[in-house]
Each structure stands twice: as C-alpha cells, then as structure tokens.
C-alpha cells in the first residue's frame, strides 16, 4: 500500500496530538490508573480523529481503513499502551458492527456522538468463564414487549468505568451458539447496570478497565444492532478490524520503543565502551526491526483486502499472532540492554514490557488465532 500526502498530514496530526496533549500527562495518568477519556475524546472527536473510516452523515470523515490504519498505527508513539487501546476500542472495537449493520435512529443516537467525543464507548463480550470462547457466552437477553430484559456479566471490559454506552453481546434465544447471539447497545446509567469493580492489571495502567453485572436491565428492541441471531457474526467482523487495529499499532509501538533502546545503548557503558558498541546488540536490534517492518508489511496486505471489501480473517489472524509474539520478544530483549534501569518501574521499557503482555492474550489468545489460522490452511479438524 502506497501511502498518500493526505494520510502523512493525518499522521502528522496525530503526532502533533500526541505531543501537546497525551504524553506529557501519561505519568500522571499511569499513576492514577484511569486517564480522563471524555476530555481526550472530546479532543480528538474535534480534530475528526475518531471517525475516520466512519460515514459522513453521523459525523465521521467517510475515508477507507487505510486512513484508520495510520491512526492505529502512530497511537504507538504515545508513552503507555492502555491510552492507545483505549482509543481503539472507542473507535474499531465498540463501533465497527454499530456503523456498518445499526438503524439511522441507533446511529444517530449512539455512533454520532461517539465520533464527536461526546460519549465514551465500551464492548461487554468478554464474560468470567467465556474469553477468546465468544460462543460460550452466558448474558441473556429476553423479550418482554418491546424491550430487552438483559441479566449476566461481562469482564475485562475497556472504559467500562467511565463508558456512557456498553455494545453487550447477549443470547437472545435457545438456539445454536453461533446463531443465537444479538449485539446491543446498552446505556449504562440504564437501571440494573453496575461496575461491579475497577480491575488493577501488572500493566496497560492508564486504561480502566471494569467488570460489569446486568440484573433486569431492560432496553429498547431498537438498540439491537442489525438482525436478531446475527451478533455472533457481527462480533467476529468486529474481531477482524479489532485485531489488525491491534497488531498495527504493535508496529508503531514497537518501532518506538526500538528507537528508545538505541538512545539508552549509545549514552549506558560498561567496559569502557557504550553498550550499542557491542554487535551482539547492534545485530539484534537489526533483527528486531526487521521483523517489525515485516510485522507492518503484513499488516498494510490485509488492509489492502479490506479496503478492497475482501475477507482479512487469515491475515488479520496471522498479523495479531505475529504483533503479540514480537510484542513479547522485543520488549523483553530490549529490557535486557537497559540493564537494571531496565527493571525500574518508571523506565519506558519496563512499562512497555508489562503493557506489552496483553496483546497474546486479548481479543482472542494466541492459541485461539493458531486455531483460526489453520481452519483456513484445511489442518484444523472438522469435527472441532
């Protein structure tokens, strides 16, 4: 994919963004454990960053995911990971399914001000016992009259302190897992909706993270999204963008924290020499980047197809495996030519390592993109 001058201007508002706004604050925000979404939303929805690839008549800027791609992609040069996957939730997580497949009237009411920075987005899929299993997922929604009336809970849930609308996927009949699931939307000042608690994680600190309990919480029918019985399906063209979102801004994240590592390596010495002065570090920084660049080249491939409205799954598959496996790798590798400054909590490459630890397991574990990966390759077993 060739980039265009119009996505290096976006790219440069971001970057901008970033500079003035976000990271002179991430420590402060890392130390308080939340950042203050509404506030940063409502900055970004003014610059039009939240609604890139999203339509013009609720708001957005109408562009291809390539533009998306580039925000996914320069969120990485922000100073922590949770703000990043804050953001991306807000923008190809929690409302991919709601623009593409929701009512006028829902998109009006929801998408709208979600793209402007007026309310903050979360996704409850996730449940205590169901992770990367979506199909298990025990949250009921039944009808009464023309409503919903949702019961169950959900767990890891992004913003879900500070959300003011939770996409819920609920079952909404008895039938077959994989054709029994709607997606809603759920206002969360609706009565019988409660963050049950804030969830302390080893990182990702400045992203709150909540788990929800609906009891008897009724919403109108008409804040289901697209058909009744299609949620599953819905979720997992959610999942497709979420994961390329994921794996883009590894690239960004990492490349950066590449270049970190080579400042600290040219000015820390040991053994009258700086400690970039060894090849075993010059050659392995080399091959980190190297699979990075590879990492972003994969990752652009599978943007092409969905701009082109072709299926990604594979790639996007692929890409995410292969985002949280260097995740893990380069940061750990990098941490080690930091030394001891490396094991220090406030260090850049020590919050990296911690933040960096999710990505294998969220939005589908490791295992679970191998799974899928290899039901395209024909080797994964029917009968599974």
């Given at each position: ?263 600290y390596a040219r000015e820390r010495k040991a053994f009258g020499r700086t400690i970039l ?7 392995k920084l080399a091959e980190y980047k190297t699979e990075v660049e590879a990492l972003r ?88």
């Open positions: 994919m060739k980039l265009t001058q119009e996505h290096e201007e976006i790219r440069r508002t971001i970057q901008r963004f970033i500079a003035q706004e976000i990271n002179p604050h991430v420590d402060e925000w890392e130390k308080a454990e939340i950042f203050p979404a509404h506030e940063v939303f409502k900055k970004m929805g003014k610059l039009g960053l939240l609604g890139l690839n999203k339509p013009v008549e609720f708001g957005g800027m109408g562009l291809d995911l390539s533009y998306g791609a580039v925000l996914a992609e320069t969120l990485g040069e922000i100073d922590c990971a949770g703000i990043p996957m804050a953001i991306g939730v807000q923008t190809d997580m929690a409302t991919p399914a709601l623009a593409e497949r929701g009512s006028d009237a829902l998109r009006r009411e929801f998408l709208a001000p979600a793209i402007s920075g007026d309310m903050v987005a979360c996704l409850g899929v996730s449940e205590v016992g169901s992770g990367s299993d979506v199909a298990s997922v025990k949250t009921t929604a039944r009808k009464d009259g023309d409503d919903y009336v949702i019961n169950g809970g959900k767990m890891w849930t992004t913003n879900g302190t500070q959300a003011d609308f939770c996409v819920v996927l609920a079952n909404t009949s008895e039938g077959a897992p994989h054709r029994n699931k709607s997606l809603i939307v759920v206002p969360m000042k609706t009565k019988g909706v409660e963050v049950a608690k804030k969830i302390r994680k080893i990182g990702m600190n400045a992203s709150d993270t909540a788990q929800l309990f609906f009891d008897e919480v009724r919403v109108p029918q008409r804040y289901r999204i697209g058909e009744e019985g299609k949620g599953f399906i819905y979720q997992m063209e959610q999942f497709q963008v979420e994961r390329l979102w994921g794996a883009l801004n590894a690239g960004g994240a990492l490349l950066r924290i590449i270049d970190k590592t080579i400042e002065d060894n090849q075993w570090v010059q050659f080249s994969l990752c652009y491939r599978a943007v092409d197809v969905v701009v082109d409205r072709g299926d990604a799954t594979e790639l996007a598959s692929m890409a995410k495996l292969k985002a949280g496996r260097l995740m893990r790798e380069v940061t750990d590798g990098c941490l080690q030519f930091w030394g001891g400054m490396g094991y220090v909590w406030e260090s850049p490459v020590s919050r990296a390592y911690r933040d960096h630890r999710l990505p294998s397991i969220g939005g589908g574990a490791d295992e679970v993109m191998m799974q899928i990966i290899s039901k395209f390759m024909g080797t994964f077993p029917k009968n599974n």
